[in-house]
């Protein structure tokens, strides 16, 4: 039996035998909703808390909650039967807390007995993906929704927000298939942040209009999309098309400029209230701590990872902002191969999981059973690095 693929999201669990040509064959949504015991779904109108959220910007943080999620993934999902489980491969963000780690291994040794585990970095799994060992990583990540509150008016937008995490975007530099830490960085701006600014900027146009988290997380995924530059954007605010889109119950809501305001906040993070660089010149200076002679090979292999990357016109405005940076070695992204699926940077990671667990395993590289009776929990800071 082929090793099982985990990459478990803050918004998406993607899990799937390690076929690397081949999208995972579970996407989910890694936010659970809490169940009474007769097994019959919580009344939102009783219980505010009906929701729980395993994954807290890409680290487990409810670890009942991710055991009941992992049995209905490996079980029901992948097929998995009871007393013959198999080898697993679990991705992770960049800098997991050493904790983290050991309770996973722990989870999966003891709970689910697993034969065999191995992890690896989103970074570098994103970089294998595209046949680089070495390079840079854009990973634009989505972040948890509150749970307070699914549908407000337009006017209590403001209130629902403050309930919201924050995420943020990891810039990562791979060097070998080592992830270079002195030279990654946490970008504080992510999917949800722009969901939040769609929201505020429809809450101003429609004022009359309803609107829930979930409507305008669609919204966002339809209409958003990246403006060729700077004084097109600008063009876009004076001037631009409004279209009238009906939402699921019956609310007609209009929308024009927002739509670029959302992929402009990459670009100009000024919108969101944030003092920073734009995507683009983060990276550059994030590269820039690296020698010298390693920085050509990192910024000419650069992968952008995560599904707000497939945001319409955002690869050609990142392009165009990396040929107009300040750098004299400038951003080059890498394609996919071919034969990779569709829409790999949603779950880059995954494949690039598949791929190594196609390694690892095969040539005993792994955590086994024995080497976790022997050693315990920490033995995944030795075998896996």
Not at 162 to 171: A, L, P, Q, Y
Request: aromatic fraction near 6%; hydrophobic fraction near 40%; charged fraction near 20%.
């Amino acid at each position: 039996m082929e090793a099982a693929v985990v990459d478990a999201g803050s918004k998406l669990l993607k899990a799937g035998l390690a076929v690397p040509d081949q999208a995972p064959s579970l996407i989910i949504p890694t936010q659970m909703k809490r169940m009474l015991e007769d097994g019959s779904s919580v009344d939102n109108s009783l219980l505010e808390d009906v929701t729980i959220d395993p994954v807290v910007r890409g680290c487990v943080k409810d670890w009942d909650a991710m055991e009941d999620l992992l049995h209905h993934v490996l079980y029901t999902g992948l097929e998995w039967e009871v007393g013959n489980e198999g080898q697993i491969l679990f991705t992770e963000p960049l800098c997991t807390p050493k904790a983290v780690r050991e309770r996973l291994v722990q989870l999966l040794f003891e709970t689910f007995n697993v034969s065999g585990f191995y992890a690896s970095e989103q970074a570098v799994l994103s970089l294998y993906a595209v046949g680089r060992i070495s390079g840079c990583t854009v990973d634009i990540g989505h972040g948890k929704i509150a749970e307070k509150a699914f549908f407000l008016p337009a006017n209590l937008i403001d209130f629902l927000y403050c309930h919201v995490n924050r995420t943020s975007t990891d810039i990562a530099a791979v060097l070998e298939g080592a992830v270079q830490h002195i030279a990654s960085r946490r970008f504080e701006v992510g999917g949800i942040d722009l969901t939040k600014l769609l929201a505020q900027e429809l809450g101003k146009s429609n004022p009359m209009v309803n609107l829930s988290l979930s409507d305008v997380e669609k919204l966002k995924e339809q209409f958003s999309c990246c403006a060729e530059d700077e004084v097109a954007y600008d063009r876009m605010l004076r001037s631009c098309e409004t279209e009238e889109h009906t939402l699921p119950d019956g609310q007609v809501i209009r929308i024009g400029r927002e739509r670029f305001t959302v992929g402009e906040a990459l670009f100009q993070p000024s919108i969101l209230g944030l003092e920073a660089h734009g995507i683009v010149e983060q990276l550059v200076r994030s590269i820039a701590t690296v020698s010298s002679e390693n920085q050509k090979q990192l910024l000419e292999n650069t992968v952008l990872c995560g599904g707000t990357t497939s945001m319409t016109g955002f690869e050609s405005r990142f392009q165009k902002e990396a040929s107009l940076c300040s750098s004299a070695i400038r951003p080059s992204l890498v394609k996919p191969p071919e034969y990779m699926p569709e829409n790999l940077s949603v779950y880059s990671a995954w494949v690039g999981g598949a791929i190594l667990a196609k390694v690892v395993f095969p040539q005993n590289q792994h955590v086994t059973k024995a080497d976790y009776d022997e050693t315990g929990p920490s033995v995944v800071h030795r075998k896996c690095f």
